[in-house]
């Protein structure tokens, strides 16, 4: 890792390619199988075979808040709201965008509906506190928020994006950003991943906005990862051992989910039950404990996205498997196709 720079991790996309909308179903985007001596192009309904009897399929069952709002300083000037995470009922961080930063003791006014006071700053965020007690962040998210769609995606959230910018078995608000990997998924490729023997799990990682912070240093071990806070259940954590017991492979769906997975396992050679805060940086040399396997959209160019994928798959395959998607043309980020990884064996 000491010697990675963010050279390794870029190539040039052309932007056509960037995906602005879903696919006009959800298992009909594509899936490039990833093997180690093969890409095969596939579509994403093709999954429920690509996986054994005996398998177990672990979810981020984290739900996206509406967590963007606009509004205006106490002083006047304009003022953009991110959430990154509420932290209780009348606390949260986020980011906030104006042209002059916010002291503390500011108030803003967002969305003409209500008004939150700026504590200090946090790990890069600012610390919000509702002015109103008889108010909470998750009902004035729900009443007044936008949907924060990622900055690559240019369109203003529409009704499409209400339903599709969210995983069909989301249940737990507090992601300011969807695990993309699961919204391939529908009714009808789980009930077929059901039929075939494979097991599911779930746990949460509630996803941040820093997941679109740029890596600002050019060596790759210098950067700080942003802390997310997650939940591995005691149900999941068994799932995991019976299912190594019986020889199947655990099969994350999504970053988020492999790094809730290794987060868990950190200090052990198992994921058990846990939660917390994490910051886990996953770059090539990275000892994964858990994951065997891993469904994944495809990721920037220079983010650590990018990193983690090469980790776990191997960096030459996956520039090979990039430089294909690109003559492909597959569809890239959230609203994009997906990839099924194995992981490159040690050494």
Same mark, same amino acid.
């Given at each position: 890792?000491?010697s990675?720079?963010?050279?390794?991790? @870029?190539?040039?996309?052309?932007?056509?390619l960037?995906?602005?909308h879903?696919?006009?179903?959800?298992?009909?985007?594509?899936?490039?199988?990833?093997?180690?001596?093969?890409?095969?192009?596939?579509?994403? /309904?093709?999954?429920?075979q690509?996986l054994n009897?005996?398998?177990?399929l =672990?979810m981020? @069952?984290?739900?996206?808040i509406?967590?963007?709002?606009? &509004?205006?300083?106490?002083?006047?000037?304009?003022?953009e709201?991110?959430l990154?995470r509420i932290?209780?009922a009348?606390?949260?961080?986020a980011?906030?965008?104006?042209?002059?930063?916010?002291?503390?003791?500011?108030?803003l006014?967002?969305?003409g509906?209500?008004s939150?006071r700026?504590?200090?700053?946090?790990? &890069?965020?600012?610390?919000? /506190?509702?002015?109103?007690?008889?108010?909470?962040?998750?009902?004035?998210?729900?009443?007044?928020?936008?949907?924060?769609?990622p900055?690559?995606?240019?369109?203003?959230?529409?009704?499409?994006?209400?339903?599709?910018y969210?995983?069909?078995y989301a249940?737990?608000? &507090?992601?300011?950003?969807?695990?993309?990997?699961?919204?391939h998924?529908?009714?009808?490729?789980?009930g077929?991943?059901?039929?075939?023997? =494979?097991?599911?799990a779930y746990l949460?990682?509630?996803?941040?906005?820093?997941?679109? $912070?740029?890596?600002?240093?050019?060596?790759?071990?210098?950067?700080k990862?942003?802390?997310e806070?997650?939940?591995?259940?005691?149900?999941t954590?068994?799932?995991?051992? $019976?299912?190594?017991?019986? &020889?199947?492979?655990?099969?994350?769906?999504?970053?988020t989910?492999?790094?809730?997975?290794?987060?868990?396992?950190?200090g052990?050679?198992?994921?058990?039950a846990?939660?917390?805060?994490?910051? %886990?940086?996953?770059?090539?040399?990275?000892?994964?404990?858990?994951?065997?396997?891993?469904?994944?959209n495809?990721h920037?160019?220079?983010?650590?996205?990018?990193?983690?994928?090469?980790?776990? /798959?191997?960096?030459?395959?996956?520039?090979?498997?990039?430089?294909?998607? %690109?003559?492909?043309?597959?569809?890239f980020f959230?609203y994009?196709?997906?990839?099924?990884?194995?992981?490159?064996?040690?050494?």
């Amino acid at each position: 890792m000491t010697s990675l720079t963010l050279h390794d991790f @870029d190539f040039a996309l052309p932007e056509a390619l960037v995906a602005q909308h879903p696919a006009s179903q959800r298992a009909a985007s594509r899936l490039l199988r990833v093997e180690a001596a093969s890409l095969s192009d596939l579509r994403f /309904a093709d999954l429920p075979q690509l996986l054994n009897p005996g398998d177990l399929l =672990v979810m981020n @069952d984290t739900k996206v808040i509406k967590a963007r709002f606009f &509004g205006q300083k106490d002083t006047g000037g304009q003022v953009e709201v991110m959430l990154e995470r509420i932290l209780d009922a009348r606390h949260a961080l986020a980011q906030v965008r104006a042209s002059k930063a916010p002291k503390a003791g500011c108030r803003l006014d967002l969305a003409g509906a209500f008004s939150v006071r700026v504590n200090q700053r946090r790990d &890069g965020f600012f610390l919000l /506190a509702l002015e109103d007690g008889r108010e909470d962040f998750w009902s004035l998210a729900e009443a007044h928020g936008r949907l924060p769609l990622p900055p690559y995606i240019t369109h203003t959230p529409a009704a499409e994006d209400e339903a599709r910018y969210q995983t069909i078995y989301a249940r737990v608000p &507090g992601a300011v950003a969807a695990p993309t990997a699961g919204l391939h998924f529908d009714a009808g490729v789980l009930g077929k991943i059901a039929a075939r023997g =494979v097991r599911t799990a779930y746990l949460t990682l509630h996803v941040g906005a820093g997941t679109y $912070q740029p890596v600002r240093v050019e060596r790759i071990c210098e950067h700080k990862m942003h802390k997310e806070y997650f939940v591995l259940p005691k149900e999941t954590a068994a799932a995991i051992r $019976q299912t190594r017991a019986a &020889g199947g492979r655990v099969v994350a769906v999504g970053t988020t989910a492999l790094r809730a997975l290794e987060s868990a396992a950190r200090g052990h050679d198992e994921a058990r039950a846990r939660c917390g805060e994490t910051d %886990i940086f996953i770059t090539p040399g990275f000892d994964f404990r858990v994951t065997d396997v891993l469904i994944t959209n495809f990721h920037l160019p220079r983010s650590t996205l990018l990193m983690l994928v090469s980790a776990f /798959a191997g960096v030459e395959r996956i520039r090979a498997a990039y430089a294909h998607a %690109i003559e492909r043309e597959y569809r890239f980020f959230s609203y994009g196709d997906a990839m099924l990884l194995t992981r490159a064996k040690a050494g």
